[in-house]
């Protein structure tokens, strides 16, 4: 339900003017990618994978093609299982990814950054590694869970806490006691 409603919403191109002031434009370099993002979804169906992706996964990798004058034409949300995020010795961002035919990539490839759209949520493990929330308030509640059945055991233990002391090498029984 969420990803159709947000689905549904209107895209619009808007252009900041000298005042700052955000004005709705129409460009023919990005109006069509926007109305009819790639050969096989329209509008729609895009954003619905886009968000869908993000909410279920936590990431969302769009790829984009482009023409032989740099521009995008046509844009293609990855299967997350897909895609591989890696960084270089150096720091550069690079995306690996594993052949998919709808989206026209027939071997495994090596992309950079600048040609992926990566919309991460939540990074709570790595800054390129998107965790979904679903995921991310699971943690939450199993740690909560985990909490209650320390408790539980502690209280059916009369409040004493269990287990051994140890020490490196022997000690005397008066250091024992």
Same mark, same amino acid.
């Given at each position: 339900?969420?990803?159709?409603?947000?689905? &549904?919403?209107?895209? &619009?191109?808007?252009?900041?003017?000298?005042?700052?002031?955000w004005t709705e434009v129409e460009s023919p370099a990005y109006s069509p990618v926007l109305r009819k993002p790639n050969r096989f979804q329209n509008r729609i169906q895009f954003w619905e994978g886009w968000i869908l992706s993000k909410l279920l996964r936590g990431n969302a990798y769009v790829l984009k093609e482009r023409d032989g004058r740099g521009i995008v034409v046509r844009l293609y949300v990855l299967d997350p299982n897909r895609v591989t995020p890696m960084v270089t010795d150096d720091g550069q961002v690079f995306y690996q990814l594993r052949a998919d035919n709808m989206v026209g990539i027939t071997t495994d490839v090596m992309v950079p950054a600048s040609e992926i759209i990566h919309d991460r949520w939540n990074c709570l493990f790595h800054p390129l590694v998107g965790t979904s929330p679903i995921m991310a308030c699971g943690l939450a509640a199993i740690g909560g869970l985990e909490i209650q059945n320390n408790s539980v055991r502690l209280f059916q233990n009369n409040s004493r806490p269990s287990g051994l002391l140890v020490a490196p090498g022997n000690i005397s029984q008066a250091s024992a006691e």
């Amino acid at each position: 339900l969420i990803t159709s409603d947000i689905a &549904k919403l209107r895209v &619009k191109l808007v252009e900041q003017d000298a005042n700052g002031i955000w004005t709705e434009v129409e460009s023919p370099a990005y109006s069509p990618v926007l109305r009819k993002p790639n050969r096989f979804q329209n509008r729609i169906q895009f954003w619905e994978g886009w968000i869908l992706s993000k909410l279920l996964r936590g990431n969302a990798y769009v790829l984009k093609e482009r023409d032989g004058r740099g521009i995008v034409v046509r844009l293609y949300v990855l299967d997350p299982n897909r895609v591989t995020p890696m960084v270089t010795d150096d720091g550069q961002v690079f995306y690996q990814l594993r052949a998919d035919n709808m989206v026209g990539i027939t071997t495994d490839v090596m992309v950079p950054a600048s040609e992926i759209i990566h919309d991460r949520w939540n990074c709570l493990f790595h800054p390129l590694v998107g965790t979904s929330p679903i995921m991310a308030c699971g943690l939450a509640a199993i740690g909560g869970l985990e909490i209650q059945n320390n408790s539980v055991r502690l209280f059916q233990n009369n409040s004493r806490p269990s287990g051994l002391l140890v020490a490196p090498g022997n000690i005397s029984q008066a250091s024992a006691e």
